[in-house]
Protein backbone atom coordinates (compact mmCIF):
# COMPACT_ATOMS: atom_id res chain seq x y z
CA UNK A 1 0.00 0.00 0.00
CA UNK A 2 1.10 3.57 -0.82
CA UNK A 3 1.42 5.43 2.44
CA UNK A 4 3.02 9.05 2.97
CA UNK A 5 3.64 10.66 6.49
CA UNK A 6 4.22 13.93 6.97
CA UNK A 7 6.31 15.58 10.30
CA UNK A 8 8.19 18.56 11.81
CA UNK A 9 5.55 21.04 11.67
CA UNK A 10 5.13 23.46 14.37
CA UNK A 11 5.26 27.21 15.90
CA UNK A 12 8.07 29.59 14.89
CA UNK A 13 8.74 32.91 14.69
CA UNK A 14 9.14 35.28 12.00
CA UNK A 15 12.12 34.54 10.36
CA UNK A 16 12.48 31.02 11.69
CA UNK A 17 13.04 28.00 10.23
CA UNK A 18 11.70 24.44 10.07
CA UNK A 19 12.21 21.30 8.02
CA UNK A 20 9.44 19.89 7.40
CA UNK A 21 10.10 15.28 6.51
CA UNK A 22 7.58 13.16 3.99
CA UNK A 23 8.49 9.25 4.80
CA UNK A 24 6.91 6.97 1.84
CA UNK A 25 6.42 3.48 1.54
CA UNK A 26 4.60 1.25 -0.85
CA UNK A 27 6.06 2.88 -3.79
CA UNK A 28 9.31 4.03 -5.00
CA UNK A 29 10.76 7.79 -5.38
CA UNK A 30 12.24 7.05 -8.87
CA UNK A 31 8.59 6.44 -10.35
CA UNK A 32 6.62 9.24 -8.87
CA UNK A 33 6.62 13.21 -8.51
CA UNK A 34 6.09 14.15 -5.19
CA UNK A 35 4.96 17.55 -4.04
CA UNK A 36 4.42 19.45 -1.06
CA UNK A 37 1.20 21.81 -0.81
CA UNK A 38 -0.60 23.86 1.50
CA UNK A 39 -3.85 24.77 3.20
CA UNK A 40 -4.99 27.63 5.00
CA UNK A 41 -8.39 27.93 6.38
CA UNK A 42 -10.97 28.89 3.96
CA UNK A 43 -8.24 29.19 1.18
CA UNK A 44 -7.61 26.52 -1.85
CA UNK A 45 -4.76 24.02 -1.69
CA UNK A 46 -1.56 25.27 -3.78
CA UNK A 47 1.43 23.75 -4.73
CA UNK A 48 4.39 24.65 -2.62
CA UNK A 49 7.30 22.44 -3.99
CA UNK A 50 7.79 19.17 -5.95
CA UNK A 51 10.85 16.58 -6.77
CA UNK A 52 11.13 14.20 -9.36
CA UNK A 53 13.68 11.68 -7.72
CA UNK A 54 14.35 10.17 -10.92
CA UNK A 55 16.48 13.38 -11.92
CA UNK A 56 16.00 15.24 -9.08
CA UNK A 57 14.19 17.71 -10.84
CA UNK A 58 12.81 20.47 -8.33
CA UNK A 59 10.23 23.00 -8.29
CA UNK A 60 8.99 25.70 -6.15
CA UNK A 61 6.20 28.45 -6.16
CA UNK A 62 7.19 32.15 -6.66
CA UNK A 63 5.92 32.67 -3.34
CA UNK A 64 8.53 30.47 -1.28
CA UNK A 65 11.69 30.47 -4.05
CA UNK A 66 14.50 31.34 -2.79
CA UNK A 67 13.33 30.16 1.17
CA UNK A 68 12.14 26.80 0.40
CA UNK A 69 14.60 23.54 -0.62
CA UNK A 70 13.37 20.59 -1.63
CA UNK A 71 15.39 17.27 -1.13
CA UNK A 72 15.84 13.11 -0.85
CA UNK A 73 17.57 11.48 1.57
CA UNK A 74 19.93 8.57 -0.40
CA UNK A 75 17.50 5.52 0.17
CA UNK A 76 14.84 7.41 -1.53
CA UNK A 77 12.47 6.93 2.09
CA UNK A 78 12.26 10.20 3.04
CA UNK A 79 11.52 13.88 0.98
CA UNK A 80 12.08 17.04 3.18
CA UNK A 81 11.31 20.56 2.60
CA UNK A 82 13.59 22.87 4.26
CA UNK A 83 12.11 26.48 5.41
CA UNK A 84 13.49 29.29 5.76
CA UNK A 85 12.87 32.79 6.79
CA UNK A 86 9.47 31.93 7.23
CA UNK A 87 6.64 34.63 7.65
CA UNK A 88 3.26 34.61 8.83
CA UNK A 89 2.20 34.00 4.92
CA UNK A 90 3.52 30.49 5.26
CA UNK A 91 0.85 29.52 7.76
CA UNK A 92 -0.85 26.51 6.97
CA UNK A 93 -1.31 22.56 6.96
CA UNK A 94 1.72 21.18 4.77
CA UNK A 95 0.82 17.95 2.85
CA UNK A 96 3.23 15.57 1.04
CA UNK A 97 1.54 13.56 -2.45
CA UNK A 98 2.13 11.31 -4.70
CA UNK A 99 1.82 12.24 -8.24
CA UNK A 100 2.92 10.77 -12.28
CA UNK A 101 6.40 10.22 -12.81
CA UNK A 102 5.54 12.24 -16.05
CA UNK A 103 3.86 15.66 -14.20
CA UNK A 104 4.98 18.20 -16.24
CA UNK A 105 6.61 21.29 -15.04
CA UNK A 106 3.06 23.15 -15.81
CA UNK A 107 0.62 20.91 -14.12
CA UNK A 108 3.44 19.86 -10.80
CA UNK A 109 1.38 22.24 -8.96
CA UNK A 110 -2.06 21.44 -9.35
CA UNK A 111 -3.53 19.33 -6.37
CA UNK A 112 -5.79 17.29 -8.85
CA UNK A 113 -3.31 15.50 -10.26
CA UNK A 114 -1.67 13.84 -7.04
CA UNK A 115 -3.37 10.67 -5.76
CA UNK A 116 -2.33 9.86 -2.58
CA UNK A 117 -2.04 12.01 0.38
CA UNK A 118 -0.34 12.73 3.35
CA UNK A 119 -2.09 13.49 6.61
CA UNK A 120 -0.39 16.57 6.55
CA UNK A 121 1.44 18.54 9.19
CA UNK A 122 0.57 22.15 11.08
CA UNK A 123 2.77 25.11 10.55
CA UNK A 124 2.02 28.65 12.61
CA UNK A 125 4.19 30.95 11.49
CA UNK A 126 3.50 33.85 14.54
CA UNK A 127 5.30 36.06 17.18
Known amino acids: QVQLVESGGGLVQPGGSLRLSCAVS????????IGWFRQAPGKEREGVSG????????YYADSVKGRFTISRNNAKTTVYLQMDSLKPEDTAVYYC????????????????????WGQGTQVTVSS
Open 51 to 58: IKSRDDST
Open 26 to 33: GFSLDYAT
Open 97 to 116: ARGPLGTSTTNWGKPLLYGT
